[in-house]
Structures are given as structure tokens and as C-alpha cells.
T-cell receptor
Framework: ETGVTQSPTHLIKTRGQQVTLRCSSQ?????VSWYQQALGQGPQFIFQ???????GRGNFPPRFSGLQFPNYSSELNVNALELDDSALYLC????????????FGPGTRLTVL | GENVEQHPSTLSVQEGDSAVIKCTYS??????FPWYKQELGKGPQLIID?????GEKKDQRIAVTLNKTAKHFSLHITETQPEDSAVYFC?????????????FGSGTQLTVLP
């Protein structure tokens, strides 16, 4: 059984650019949630995907968007990057729409200059 | 929306002593309360969780208590070891609700001194 993987590990972008982050969910999991974790803070929920459809969204602007693919892997896209977007982006996979244990990946560290 | 407050932000204990981290939540609809441990350079790892139909849950050296009336929940680690040093996060969520998010506290840096 493989765990949650994310790519890339680190990324440096400049303000105004666009970025795509990727997540492969744990084997057998069909739900992926994305979180933003600023330095020294707890993770903040961005959105969740269940079977390729958005299944809940936190308080993030529309320039944060996502996709889930038939194999349940997922992408997080951020357009028009701002300095405050610098953070660790975490994805977590789980099974089903009801609350089950969420397994987190190691995260992607995004730095916006 | 839900708001979770976590205290203390840092905690140092001697090896073998107990550590207690406390959280409060605001939304009475929340009924699922997990605790995560995050080591440097890694994602959060679930260490224990509790649902609102239970007042206490224990797993070896780790226990969690929940007071629904006061909207408090706490993590207790006994016989602490150096490998327990990490950042611990509490979170709250609503099973069966329309919102699918976990709301996290701001974290507690636990240091276990040898």
C-alpha cells in the first residue's frame, strides 16, 4: 500500500505567475482534500474532491482551483500568485464522503517572490 | 464558521513526565475531533481522534478527553519520550454535515527534554 505523495517538493515562483501542484492519493482512497499551511500556523482547508467533483470549499478565492482525475489523483492550481500564497500545501486522502481518517502527504513548499 | 483555539503554543517537559494540550471550539455542530502530530519536513500524522458520542479515548500513552458542554477537548501524553517532540495540532469537523472541512488549531510545539 503506497502512501500519499506530492510533487514537487519545493517550488519558487514570482508574483503573478501560475502554479500547479500534484497529489497522488493513498491506494483505494477516493477523496482528496487540500490545505494551505502558513509558517507557524495550522493547516487551512482549501477544498475537497470526491469522485472527481468538488465536495466542499473553504474561504479561498476562485484563483485557487482544483481537479481530481479518474484514478483519484488531484491537482491544485493557483493563478495570479501573491506573496501571501507562500506556504506549505498539503493534500490528504481519505475513503468516502463521510469522515474517515485523513492521511496527509509531505506537502509542497511554495515560495512566491 | 468554526474557530479552534489551542494552548499552549509551546510546551517543554522532562522525559517521563506528562504533557497536556488543550483546545476549545466554537461550533456546537462539530462532532469529530482528531489530533495530529507533525514532525519537521513532514505532513501531519493522525495520532488519535474522538467523536462526540464518547467522552474519553485512550491508545497506549495517548488519551483524548472531550467536554461537549464546555466545548473543550484535550490531548494527554503520559511517560513522554524524546521522540514525542513535534508540533501537535487539534482539529474539529462535522460528520455528516455539508461542510467537509477540518478546522485546525494553531499548534503546540512540544519539546521533551532528556
Amino acid at each position: 500500500e503506497t502512501g500519499v505523495t506530492q510533487s514537487p517538493t519545493h517550488l519558487i515562483k514570482t508574483r503573478g505567475q501560475q502554479v500547479t501542484l500534484r497529489c497522488s492519493s493513498q491506494s483505494g482512497h477516493n477523496t482528496v482534500s487540500w490545505y494551505q499551511q502558513a509558517l507557524g500556523q495550522g493547516p487551512q482547508f482549501i477544498f475537497q474532491y470526491y469522485r472527481e467533483e468538488e465536495n466542499g470549499r473553504g474561504n479561498f478565492p476562485p484563483r485557487f482551483s482544483g481537479l481530481q482525475f479518474p484514478n483519484y489523483s488531484s491537482e491544485l492550481n493557483v493563478n495570479a500568485l501573491e506573496l501571501d500564497d507562500s506556504a506549505l500545501y498539503l493534500c490528504a486522502s481519505s475513503l468516502g464522503r463521510a469522515w474517515n481518517e485523513q492521511f496527509f502527504g509531505p506537502g509542497t513548499r511554495l515560495t512566491v517572490l | 464558521g468554526e474557530n479552534v483555539e489551542q494552548h499552549p503554543s509551546t510546551l517543554s517537559v522532562q522525559e517521563g513526565d506528562s504533557a497536556v494540550i488543550k483546545c476549545t471550539y466554537s461550533d456546537s455542530a462539530s462532532n469529530y475531533f482528531p489530533w495530529y502530530k507533525q514532525e519537521l519536513g513532514k505532513g501531519p500524522q493522525l495520532i488519535i481522534d474522538i467523536r462526540s458520542n464518547v467522552g474519553e479515548k485512550k491508545d497506549q500513552r495517548i488519551a483524548v478527553t472531550l467536554n461537549k458542554t464546555a466545548k473543550h477537548f484535550s490531548l494527554h501524553i503520559t511517560e513522554t519520550q524524546p521522540e514525542d517532540s513535534a508540533v501537535y495540532f487539534c482539529a474539529a469537523g462535522e460528520v455528516g454535515g455539508s461542510a467537509r472541512q477540518l478546522t485546525f488549531g494553531s499548534g503546540t510545539q512540544l519539546t521533551v527534554l532528556p
